[in-house]
């Protein structure tokens, strides 16, 4: 039967296509810019006739109507991947919960160990000549997600760029359901804030250690936004791209001649991610451009595949660390922030690289809300806090005072190379939370 033929038979309206979901149930609901809009308005529509269900996706950049409808938790909640601010709004509200994580193995969850998946609602690119549809920004797992879900409805927006890719990156009109037409809906855009002072300064530390031909990873925010910025405007050249999230800085390199990806020894010439998320500068970038390569996270991520890139770079974010190297990369005490995402693929797979490197980064400071400066380097990590990076793993640790690298150091040695990049204003009292933590040596520096 012609692709096109297939395509009209499977057409619903969204109205038509959420019918299928029951009270109780489990749906996935794509990935981060690219949660379905249409279909959510029309699940939202059946809200008082649908009693607890679940839905899981990650990175929410707007309230789904769902989760706004009278008695929210009575009818939907939210299951997140990864939160993000408005994630932890909806998760003080009681509708929204995290889901713990190692991102390399997300797509085995969805094949072996998940809840059984109804349908999944997925937001996708125009249908090809050869009749399939583009994850767009989002291969990352979906793939297992389509395996899993007892029914598949692929929403498709005219602005969702057509990424080329692995077969994980695009499904075929015959292993879809429903397919909805939400016409030309604009993507959702994740900014990152303008570097800081402090930002630059990490930054600049970073780009020091970087050689020509690396093979980079970078994390979110405006740090990682800020090393790439002044990769762009360095003279580093022929860097390679292996990542998990394609973010806005790596367009910058790419615009600036820094990427070539000659010298990777894994899908050399190609820039590789799992998804995309950022500002429409980038979804441009991606749209049928042969030079990036989309394809699953068990890819991306796994430490085997990293380990073979050469000069390997692991450049992510901390929210606290402690004087024994743990690494909270996701929660503050018990309240949790966004999670642990792939950040410890990369830290072990960075330094398994020949020349690789691992950078966890932060201020070393934080402004609290009473207008108090309190410092990201403590003692132990905050009662409930989540170790995202055992101190085995940490590789090099950098503030604005410094980088350091702690493989291979003694309890005490690390103590002092971490309290080196604390704020001047509270390293005596780390010193002396040191000598009555038994991690300090009379020898050492003051």
């Not at 809009?37 to 707007?62: F, H, I, P, S």
């Not at 990036?292 to 085997?304: A, G, K, P, Q």
Request: with cysteine; aromatic share 10%; net charge negative.
């Amino acid at each position: 039967m012609p692709f096109r033929e297939l395509y009209n038979q499977k057409l619903r309206t969204a109205q038509e296509a959420v019918q299928v979901v029951r009270s109780g149930d489990w749906i996935d609901f794509g990935w981060c810019a690219s949660a379905p809009e249409t279909l959510d308005a029309a699940l939202a529509e059946r809200w008082q006739e649908l009693y607890d269900v679940k839905a899981r996706g990650a990175v929410l950049t707007w309230r789904p109507k769902m989760l706004s409808v009278p008695d929210t938790a009575e009818h939907f909640t939210w299951h997140s991947w990864h939160f993000s601010g408005l994630e932890r709004k909806l998760m003080d509200e009681g509708i929204a919960w995290y889901i713990p994580l190692r991102y390399s193995e997300l797509p085995r969850y969805y094949r072996e160990n998940v809840e059984p998946i109804r349908a999944a609602m997925l937001q996708v690119s125009p249908m090809d000549d050869e009749g399939y549809f583009s994850f767009g920004l989002n291969s990352s797992h979906l793939q297992a997600v389509c395996e899993r879900s007892e029914y598949v409805i692929v929403e498709v927006n005219e602005c969702q760029p057509y990424c080329f890719g692995t077969e994980a990156s695009r499904i075929h009109v015959s292993d879809v359901d429903f397919i909805v037409e939400a016409g030309k809906q604009p993507l959702r855009q994740l900014g990152a804030a303008p570097p800081s002072e402090v930002d630059r300064a990490i930054a600049n530390l970073v780009v020091e250690q970087i050689p020509n031909g690396a093979c980079l990873q970078l994390g979110i925010g405006a740090m990682p936004n800020a090393v790439g910025a002044m990769i762009a405007q360095s003279d580093l050249k022929d860097l390679g791209i292996h990542t998990e999230m394609y973010v806005d800085a790596f367009v910058d390199m790419a615009n600036a001649g820094k990427i070539t990806g000659i010298h990777k020894t894994v899908d050399p010439g190609l820039q590789v991610y799992a998804f995309g998320m950022g500002t429409q500068k980038l979804y441009d970038y991606l749209h049928n451009n042969p030079q990036c390569l989309s394809t699953s996270v068990d890819y991306t991520n796994d430490v085997r595949i990293i380990a073979q890139q050469d000069n390997f770079i692991s450049i992510n974010n901390a929210v606290d660390v402690d004087l024994f190297g743990q690494i909270n990369a996701e929660s503050s005490g018990t309240r949790h922030i966004s999670g642990s995402g792939g950040q410890l693929d990369f830290v072990l797979g960075a330094y398994l690289s020949r020349g690789g490197k691992s950078f966890v980064c932060c201020s070393s400071t934080v402004t609290g809300k009473d207008g108090q400066l309190i410092s990201r380097i403590r003692p132990t990590l905050k009662t409930g806090s989540v170790v995202t990076d055992t101190r085995c793993n940490t590789h090099y640790l950098v503030t604005e005072y410094g980088a350091a690298n702690l493989k291979g150091d003694a309890t005490w040695q690390r103590a002092e190379k971490i309290i080196s990049l604390a704020h001047p204003q509270f390293r005596d009292e780390l010193i002396a939370e040191a000598e009555q933590m038994k991690i300090w040596r009379r020898s050492n520096k003051r």
